[in-house]
């Protein structure tokens, strides 16, 4: 599982769960005003030719689309290009990996408030316990609250209050 806490500027804190990367991914997405594949995307010069309805090997190609074409003489037509324009920027594509993860963190990150983002249940429980300073201690403890009915509503912990 993976938790969010969102520390927001004004009123209580609030946690969330996705059951996986790909749920993780799906509820980030459904709350952006990107769209999924403009929060992260793998792709290819020549996947964003063919998705202009043209092919390398048309001789039009290169005229009607130079960036694309230009992109495929730097990098080749099947070298995977990563974008994330909350962490590069509208529209950047780069040849270093961009992991999902990475991406989804930088586009809660854009958001009011903060936010605390754990990565398994082990990370979240050890957060409730105390390791994590962002919601350790009594000025903290309604986002540690937040936190524990998360996680003893899906039975990670026993509910012992």
């Not at 790909?22 to 992260?40: C, G, M, N, T, Y």
């Not at 903060?114 to 986002?143: L, M, N, Q, T, V």
């Amino acid at each position: 599982m993976i938790y969010v806490v969102e520390l927001p500027e004004q009123g209580d804190p609030r946690a969330w769960f996705a059951y996986d990367d790909e749920d993780f991914a799906r509820k980030v997405a459904a709350s952006d005003p990107l769209q999924a594949w403009e929060i992260h995307d793998r792709l290819t010069a020549r996947d964003l030719l063919d998705a202009n309805g043209a092919a390398p090997d048309d001789p039009a190609a290169r005229g009607r689309f130079p960036a694309i074409c230009a992109l495929a003489d730097e990098h080749g037509w099947d070298t995977p290009l990563y974008r994330a324009d909350h962490l590069l920027g509208r529209g950047v594509l780069r040849v270093e990996l961009v992991s999902e993860r990475e991406a989804l963190t930088a586009a809660l990150s854009v958001r009011a408030g903060g936010r605390c983002i754990y990565w398994s249940d082990r990370d979240a429980i050890g957060a409730f316990e105390g390791a994590d300073p962002r919601i350790a201690g009594k000025a903290h403890w309604r986002a540690r609250r937040a936190l524990y009915e998360q996680l003893v509503a899906l039975e990670v912990l026993a509910d012992d209050n």
